[in-house]
């Protein structure tokens, strides 16, 4: 067996140990006789594994007691919708931050909900920045102010969280979350997919503060209603349980590893060579501006962007795949997310700088 360095966006690399857990587990899950696939959502064996798996994200995040946290299917692009439905509250106008592809996928759900208002756009800069925060036009009456910490095709990444008043924030973290220290008492609303930074796709986690919970617009379907999924303890209907188990034994890894603060330090030493490496060369470059720079996600280009091709064939030769950059952007992209170990960016770096020495 021959597993590669997968720098895929998304779904993304899981932790090596996630996968083997996973695989030790498959037959039988401890004394269950079972999968966890086959087990009842309703069972005393997956509520064990589920509650554990929040637990364990509420101690990660040190999530205040105030908060719910939610499981819920249809990934972020169904958070969207859910957003604006459950905290207009009887208001009509939203603000939103338009950093990138992302952003523009959140506005354009909540302008069927919403009056939306573009507090801040990077649109000019063809998203390369973040707008200044203290430019940002906030309305402090709109039901909330979302934006979206970190571009996962842009890569654009908010290295601090905006101080926005005492509007409620919302937070896509899809790309992000885990990667880093958040302080969740700061937002209203927390989401993310799964499949980035969490383990496999088909489950998007909601962190939601209680005073927001019970306010669904009118004549919503159920399935988009916080209440009914917090009451039910995310099992309004049959959750995707095989990936909520396997997103807690991504919790229990991220614990083993020292929790976020110290998954936050191996992140920035990644990051931190990567740019090195791409500033360093003449041959490759990152387009966007240095403060704004993400970690989870490094697009790059080359000087001669005819030998694209070559460099992915390269690169996959070295055992490093999915480098080609988002069909909208162009060049390559390495996502390096918590599940990329430091070895993968070192071989990424070293096959990058003897490509530029004998190909360039
Ligand atoms: C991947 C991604 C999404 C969409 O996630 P789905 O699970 O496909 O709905 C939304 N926002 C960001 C920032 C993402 O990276």
Same mark, same amino acid.
């Given at each position: 067996m021959s597993r590669v360095y997968n720098f895929s966006a998304g779904p993304a690399a899981v932790p090596v140990d996630v996968l083997k857990k996973a695989q030790q587990e498959m037959l039988e899950w401890h004394d269950s006789g079972m999968s966890v696939m086959e087990m009842s959502h309703r069972g005393k064996d997956f509520i064990s594994i589920a509650e554990k798996a929040e637990a364990d994200v509420r101690e990660l995040m040190n999530v205040p007691e105030n908060y719910k946290v939610l499981f819920l299917q249809g990934g972020a692009t169904t958070q969207f919708s859910m957003v604006p439905m459950n905290l207009l509250r009887g208001k009509e106008k939203t603000c939103y931050v338009n950093t990138g592809a992302w952003s523009k996928k959140a506005i354009k759900e909540a302008k069927i909900h919403s009056n939306v208002h573009i507090s801040a756009s990077s649109e000019s800069t063809n998203f390369t920045t973040i707008p200044a925060v203290d430019s940002w036009d906030v309305d402090q009456n709109a039901a909330y102010l979302h934006y979206t910490s970190n571009e996962t095709i842009g890569g654009v990444e908010f290295h601090s969280i905006p101080d926005v008043g005492d509007i409620d924030l919302v937070a896509d973290m899809s790309s992000n979350i885990l990667s880093r220290e958040f302080d969740v008492s700061k937002f209203g609303v927390i989401?993310?997919?799964? !499949?980035?930074?969490?383990?496999?796709?088909?489950?998007?986690?909601?962190?939601?503060? %209680?005073?927001?919970?019970?306010?669904?617009?009118?004549?919503?379907?159920?399935?988009? %209603?916080?209440?009914? @999924?917090?009451?039910?303890?995310?099992?309004? &209907? +049959?959750?995707? +349980?095989?990936?909520?188990?396997?997103?807690?034994?991504?919790?229990?890894?991220?614990?083993?590893?020292?929790?976020?603060?110290?998954?936050?330090? !191996?992140?920035?030493?990644?990051?931190?060579?990567?740019?090195?490496?791409? %500033?360093?060369? %003449?041959?490759?470059?990152?387009?966007?501006?240095?403060?704004?720079?993400?970690?989870?996600?490094?697009?790059?280009?080359?000087? &001669?962007?005819?030998?694209?091709?070559?460099?992915?064939?390269?690169?996959?030769?070295?055992?490093?795949?999915?480098?080609?950059? @988002?069909?909208?952007?162009?060049?390559?992209?390495?996502?390096?997310? &918590?599940?990329?170990?430091?070895?993968?960016?070192?071989?990424?770096?070293?096959?990058?700088?003897?490509?530029?020495?004998?190909?360039?």
């Open positions: 989401y993310a997919g799964g !499949q980035k930074n969490m383990g496999p796709s088909g489950i998007a986690l909601t962190i939601v503060r %209680d005073d927001l919970i019970g306010n669904v617009k009118a004549g919503s379907p159920s399935m988009m %209603d916080y209440k009914n @999924h917090a009451d039910a303890g995310s099992m309004f &209907n +049959t959750p995707a +349980t095989y990936s909520w188990y396997l997103m807690g034994l991504v919790f229990e890894w991220i614990k083993e590893q020292g929790g976020v603060s110290a998954i936050e330090a !191996q992140n920035v030493r990644k990051a931190e060579k990567l740019y090195a490496a791409i %500033d360093n060369s %003449d041959f490759y470059a990152n387009p966007v501006e240095l403060t704004s720079r993400s970690r989870m996600n490094i697009p790059f280009t080359l000087a &001669n962007a005819e030998l694209e091709g070559l460099f992915l064939s390269e690169a996959k030769s070295a055992g490093l795949v999915t480098l080609k950059g @988002h069909r909208s952007v162009g060049g390559m992209r390495a996502s390096i997310y &918590n599940a990329m170990p430091e070895e993968g960016v070192d071989a990424l770096i070293s096959m990058m700088a003897e490509f530029e020495r004998t190909k360039a």
